[in-house]
DNA sequence: CATGAATGAGCTTTCATTCAT
DNA sequence: AATGAATGAAAGCTCATTCAT
C-alpha cells in the first residue's frame, strides 16, 4: 500500500509530540517514563530515538515551539491596537483564551521550566521575557498617557500575567461560565486594578529606591548545574535558595 | 563528653526537614534523591528513615505543616477585621508578606501537589479550599454590602490568589522596592479589581448558568490512579488530560 | 552476523529460569539475589526484567510450571491403570522416578511455598491438592475393594507423599543403589504399609470424631498476610502461629 | 519495686527465644528481621545484642538446643525398650507425638538447615544423624532377628523418619484425630512397611552393590560457602547443584 | 540493661539510552 | 522505520550490626 500524503514518520512524529505533550501535562517530565511515551504511541522505547535525540530535547521542543506560537499569535492580536486601554484588553483576551484552549502546553511551560537544562531554560526564558514585553509596554505607554495608574509597570506586568494564567489551574471547558463571561471577569479585574483605585490603598512610592526585583520572574525558576559525567541525567540548582 | 543540649536526634530531624524544603525547591520533588538529601545533612540515605516514614511522606508533612502554618497564620491576623474592605487589604498584605518570607515552602505547596498520593493531596486541597474561603468569604460579603463588584466571588477569590501568590516566581529580598512597596502595589491592583471598574468592561453574566469551573483549582492539580498491584511506584494521571 | 536460530532472547529466557532453579534450590528464594542471578547468565540485573516482571514472579512461575509438568505426566502415567494396588505401584514409582530426576525443581516446589504470595500460593496449593488426590482416590479404592487396610485415606495420603518425597533430601545419582532398587525399598514400604498390618497397632478408631487435620497439608505452610499498605516487601506470617 | 527472682534479663533472653522460634516459624529465617523480633519482645533491635552474638547464632542456637531435646528425650523414652519391635513402635510414637507437640521448632529444624553456616550446619547434621541411628539400629536389630523384612536399613530410617516427621505440614491439635489416633494410624503404616509385605514388589537387592546414596540425608542440604569479607551476610551454597 | 542514632552494604526495580539486526 | 536485547547507572528502601550514652 503506498504512503499517505505526510509520510509514517511525519505522522509517527507528530503523534509522539502529542503524546509527549499528554503525558508531561499528566505526570511531569521527570514522572513521565519514555516506556510510557513509546507505548501511547505504539512503538519501542528505543525507537523514539528516531524523532528526537533525548528526553530533555522532546520537552524543549515542545516548549519553544510553543512559546512561539503564543508569541506570534499575541502579536498577529495586538498589531493594530494602539490605543493602551483597548491593547491591555486585546491582550488579557487573547491570553486568557489561549490559555483556557492549550493548557496543556501552558501548564507544561510554566511548570517544566526546571525541567530545562541550562541553555534550554535561557532560551525559553528570552522569549518568555519578550512576550512580557507585550504587556509591560503597553502598561508603561498607559501609564504615560495618563490613563492607567501604574508606577511600577514592570510589577504590574508581573501580578496581571500571574492572575491571567492562573485560570488554567481551574478552568474546564463546558462549565457554567463561557470563555467569554471569564473574560469579561478577569478583563474587569485587571482593567479596574490598572485604573484609579491605587491611590486609595498605597502610599506614593520613592521611586528612585533600589529595586526588589530579579531583571524577570523567569530567572526565579531553578538553573541547572552544568552536567558533568556521563549520561546522568542533568539536574537542577535553584538561583534563591 | 555528653549530649548535646537538644539530642541529636531533634537536630537531625529539623536538620532533614530544611535540607528537603531547600532541595525540593531547587530541584523538584521527584528530581531530588534522597542521596542526595543524605548528604546535605551528613548521612547515609538509609539512616534518613529514622525520621521519616519514606520519601513521599516527607513532602507530605513538609506541605501539610506549611499549610497549617499559612492557615493558622492567616486566621490570626484577620481575627478582628470585621469591614470587608480592611479585611481584603489584610489578607492582601498577609499573603504577600508570608509569601516574600517562606517562598521556598510556598513554592513546594504550589507545585508539588502534583507529587502527593491521592489521600495526600486530597488533604493538602482541603487546606488550601479552606484558605481561599478566607478570601471567598470577604469578596462575597463585600459584594453584599455593596463596597465590592464582584459578582463571582470564586473567580475573583482564583484570580486574585494566583496574582499575589504569583510574588514568590519573582520577588529577591534586598531589592529597590521594599515588601511594603510591594504590598502597596498589589494591594493597590487588587482593590482597583474588585472596586467599581468592572461594569466597563463586561456585559451582566448569566448567573443561572451552569457553572464553568471545577470545585476547586486544587482539583485541576494532576490526581494519583488508584494503586493497583504490587510495590509499583505510584505515578499521577491528570484530571484534565 | 546473522540472529542464531532461536533469538537470544529465547535462549535467554531459558539460561534465566535454568539458572533461576539452580540458584533458588541453591540458596534459597530468599537468600538468592538478583545481582546473582543476572551475573550467572552473563546480564546486568536489571536486564533481567525483560523475561519476568519481579522476581516473585519468577519463581511462581518455576513452581507452576513444575506442578503443570508433574501433574500432567502422573495422569499420563496412571492413565489406564485401574487395579488400585497396580494404581498404587504405579504412583508410588512414578513419582519417585519423577523426584529423583528433578530433584531442584521438587526440592523449590516443596520449600518455597512459604515465598509465594497469597494468590500465588493458594494456585500452587491447589495444583498440590488434585496431585494429591491421585494417591487419595486410589487409597480410598482400594480400601472400598477391601485390598487396602486403610481408614483415614486423607491421613495415609500425607503420610505416604512424604515418604516418598523424602527421597530428595538425600538421594544422589550413582550411588550403589540404581533408581529401580530405590523404588524396589520404597514401594515395599507403602504397599507394607496399606495392606494388612495395620491392626497389630492400633485400636479402632471413632469415625465419625472431628478431624484433627486441616484440609490439605498445603494450607500449614504459611500464608502472606494480605499486602496493605505502600510499596513494603511482602512478608509472611504463619498460618499455625 | 525488687526485681523478681529470675533477672529481667533472663526473662528477657527466652521471650527473644520463643519469640526467634515464633517468628523464624512464620516468616523464614531469612525473612525475619531482627527489627520484628526485637518489636515482638519491646526492644530495640540494638538491644537484641545483649542476647545473642548474631541472627546467625540465635538460629543455630535454637536448632541446636531443639535438637538436643529431641534426642535426649527420645533416648530416655527408649531407654528399657529392647524388642525391635516394640522399639520401633516407641520410637514412631515418641516422635510423632514429640512432632505433634512442638510443630514450630521441628519445621524451623527441618526447614533452615540450608541456612546455617558451614560449621554450623555440620554440627546439627551430626546430632542428626545420632537421632536416626536410634531408628536405624532398632531397624537393623530387628532384621537380624528376623522381625522385620528390611534389607536397606538406611533407607527405610530416611523413608520411615520422613513419613513421621511430614506430620508437621499438616497437623492442627482439635482436629477430629487425636494424637493417638494420629500415632495408631502413622504406625500402622511403618510396622506394616517393615513387616513382611515387602517381597510382594521388590526382587532381591544386590547388596554389594555401590550405594546410591549420600551418608545422611543431611549431606543433601545446602552448604553455606566460606564467610569471606566484612559483615557480609553469610550466603550458601547447595552441594547436589 | 537498654536506647537510639547511625552505618554501610545490599536489595529489587526503573530508567534513559544504545545498537545490531 | 522499527525492533528488541542489553547496558549502566541510579533510585528508594531494608537490613544486620555497632556504639556512645
Given at each position: 500500500?503506498?504512503?499517505?500524503?505526510?509520510?509514517?514518520?511525519?505522522?509517527?512524529a507528530?503523534?509522539?509530540?502529542?503524546?509527549?505533550?499528554?503525558?508531561?501535562?499528566?505526570?511531569?517530565?521527570?514522572?513521565?517514563?519514555?516506556?510510557?511515551?513509546?507505548?501511547?504511541v505504539?512503538?519501542?522505547?528505543?525507537?523514539?530515538?528516531?524523532?528526537?535525540?533525548?528526553?530533555?530535547?522532546?520537552?524543549?521542543?515542545?516548549?519553544?515551539?510553543?512559546?512561539?506560537?503564543?508569541?506570534?499569535?499575541?502579536?498577529?492580536?495586538?498589531?493594530?491596537?494602539?490605543?493602551?486601554?483597548a491593547?491591555?484588553?486585546?491582550?488579557?483576551?487573547?491570553?486568557?483564551?489561549?490559555?483556557?484552549?492549550?493548557?496543556?502546553?501552558?501548564?507544561?511551560?510554566?511548570?517544566?521550566?526546571?525541567s530545562?537544562?541550562?541553555?534550554?531554560?535561557?532560551?525559553?526564558?528570552?522569549?518568555?521575557?519578550?512576550?512580557?514585553?507585550?504587556?509591560?509596554?503597553?502598561?508603561?505607554?498607559?501609564?504615560?498617557?495618563?490613563?492607567?495608574?501604574?508606577?511600577?509597570?514592570?510589577?504590574?506586568t508581573?501580578?496581571?500575567?500571574?492572575?491571567?494564567?492562573?485560570?488554567?489551574?481551574?478552568?474546564?471547558?463546558?462549565?457554567?461560565?463561557?470563555?467569554?463571561?471569564?473574560?469579561?471577569?478577569?478583563?474587569?479585574?485587571?482593567?479596574?486594578?490598572?485604573?484609579?483605585?491605587?491611590?486609595?490603598?498605597?502610599?506614593?512610592?520613592?521611586?528612585e529606591?533600589?529595586?526588589?526585583?530579579?531583571?524577570?520572574?523567569?530567572?526565579?525558576?531553578?538553573?541547572?548545574?552544568?552536567?558533568?559525567?556521563?549520561?546522568?541525567?542533568?539536574?537542577?540548582?535553584?538561583?534563591?535558595?
Amino acid at each position: 500500500m503506498a504512503r499517505t500524503i505526510g509520510s509514517n514518520g511525519t505522522r509517527t512524529a507528530e503523534a509522539i509530540r502529542q503524546a509527549g505533550v499528554k503525558l508531561i501535562y499528566k505526570h511531569g517530565y521527570e514522572a513521565m517514563s519514555l516506556r510510557q511515551l513509546a507505548a501511547e504511541v505504539g512503538l519501542q522505547s528505543g525507537s523514539l530515538y528516531k524523532y528526537f535525540e533525548n528526553k530533555q530535547n522532546l520537552l524543549f521542543d515542545i516548549v519553544r515551539e510553543h512559546m512561539e506560537d503564543l508569541i506570534s499569535k499575541a502579536e498577529a492580536d495586538l498589531a493594530g491596537v494602539a490605543d493602551p486601554l483597548a491593547r491591555l484588553k486585546a491582550f488579557a483576551a487573547f491570553h486568557l483564551r489561549y490559555h483556557m484552549t492549550r493548557m496543556a502546553h501552558v501548564f507544561i511551560a510554566n511548570m517544566e521550566i526546571r525541567s530545562l537544562e541550562d541553555e534550554h531554560r535561557a532560551t525559553i526564558i528570552a522569549q518568555r521575557r519578550r512576550y512580557e514585553g507585550l504587556l509591560e509596554d503597553t502598561l508603561r505607554r498607559g501609564a504615560e498617557a495618563g490613563v492607567f495608574e501604574v508606577r511600577e509597570p514592570k510589577v504590574a506586568t508581573y501580578a496581571i500575567i500571574s492572575m491571567l494564567t492562573g485560570i488554567c489551574m481551574w478552568y474546564r471547558p463546558g462549565g457554567r461560565l463561557s470563555q467569554e463571561d471569564l473574560i469579561g471577569i478577569y478583563t474587569g479585574l485587571v482593567v479596574g486594578g490598572v485604573t484609579g483605585a491605587e491611590e486609595a490603598v498605597a502610599a506614593p512610592l520613592p521611586l528612585e529606591a533600589k529595586a526588589s526585583m530579579a531583571t524577570s520572574p523567569a530567572a526565579r525558576t531553578p538553573k541547572a548545574k552544568t552536567k558533568t559525567t556521563g549520561k546522568a541525567t542533568a539536574k537542577r540548582t535553584a538561583a534563591g535558595a
